[in-house]
């Protein structure tokens, strides 16, 4: 056999097993393929099906979701406020605003003052939210000190006027009642809301692999990887047909 | 070639970063801008007929129970959150003599749709007032990839003309 036949020869072989490697790894990733399609395009058209709304079963959401431990939280009257997923919660109730970390909470005047790190949340009794106040600067705890709301910050503590919104350093802290944390017992976490998960999280868990955690993600890293591979044999194999 | 395949591709990577949420104006600086002496601010209940109209225009409540406003002679400004696509846009409004003056966006919190703050879209809505009911009397050219956005100020635009109206009426007893 001569060189060029040879070579003509082990290019067909490889050809071959490229062909091969292909046909098989398009069996299994075929389904995957499936299921990312549907689950990509029930995303993609998840406001006008109304997916984000709508919550799984309970039974379904406590069964594939956590409920997180050691959450910290401000219990005033024997109400909790925490915050959890960038949301405020009350008693198990997720409230509308957002709030990325709650750094107090007080009563005045018959309302509840919330301080999430640069803005404050003015509730009525209900969870309502009354006004959301948005600050100059992040505060890191609140206070009251004779019917006053008080605000601590890097650079020291200031009286806040609610009315007018405006604010006057204090000279002296002392007497001020500041709001503490502690955690939230188990039974408040476990009520309400926390396991209120829209079809619409559930789905994207699914389509991004974070449904089975850190390894779920990973195996669909793996498998974009495994497409890839497909789509540069196809195209080996299509310019081998070609020629 | 080599460099500029990478310049390329680095160039394209930065572009298509989503942009991170920011605070583009402080609302003491624009009411300042708005007033110079800033006056005492004041606050408006979104109940009864107002609560309605405000669902009417947002096509659902306000987020909170009343919003805060200020006001000199016949020239309010107003600060109101509305929802892009899922995170709140502060936008500041001026409105005088029943024309907006001007649209800030105060600060920006989604990771799309951040194209609203430019004067080429804010400026739109200088001079607007209201047409028919509460629609404007002009239409808003919109921003490609940045529809809720665009939604959403148009709509607090609206909301902030019929909330200076009210003020004004009441006022006027």
Known sequence: MSDSQHQAQKKSTTLRQIRSGHRWLALPLS???????????????????????????????????????????????????YNLEDRVFLDG??????????????????????????????????????????LSSAVSALGTRDDQLVLKREEGAAGFDLADLAEQPLVDAAGVSWATSALVPAEVLQSGELLAI????????????????????WFQDFIAILFMVMALTGLRIWWGSRR | MRTRLISLLLCTAVLAMPASAAVYLERDVFLQRAFGEVPRSQTLWLKGDIKQAVQDILGHDYRSLRVRYWQHGDKTAWVLDEIGKEQPITIGIVVAADHIEQVQILAFRESRGWEVRHPFFTEQFQGASFFQG????????????????????????????????????????
């Open chain 2, 134 to 173: 509460t629609e404007l009397d002009r239409p808003i050219d919109g921003i490609s990839g940045a529809t809720l956005s665009v939604k959403a100020v148009t709509k607090v635009s609206r909301l902030a003309l019929y909330l200076h109206q009210r003020v004004l009426a009441a006022s006027a007893l």
């Open chain 1, 93 to 134: 109730q997720r409230l509308l605003p957002v709030c990325t970390e709650l750094t107090g909470v007080v009563k005045l005047a018959g309302d509840f003052v919330v301080a999430c790190t640069d803005s404050l949340l003015l509730m009525d009794s209900y969870g309502a939210l009354i006004e959301e106040v948005s």
């Open chain 1, 31 to 81: 389904l995957f393929l499936i299921f990312m399609a549907i689950t990509g395009i029930v995303l993609n058209h998840a406001e006008s099906l109304g997916i984000g709304e709508a919550s799984l079963p309970g039974s379904l959401a406590s069964r594939y979701y956590s409920i997180p431990e050691n959450v910290q939280g401000y219990a005033l009257e024997d109400r909790w406020f």
């Open chain 1, 198 to 217: 829209s079809w619409q999280k559930f789905i994207l868990d699914l389509h991004s692999g974070r449904y089975f955690g850190q390894l779920g993600v």
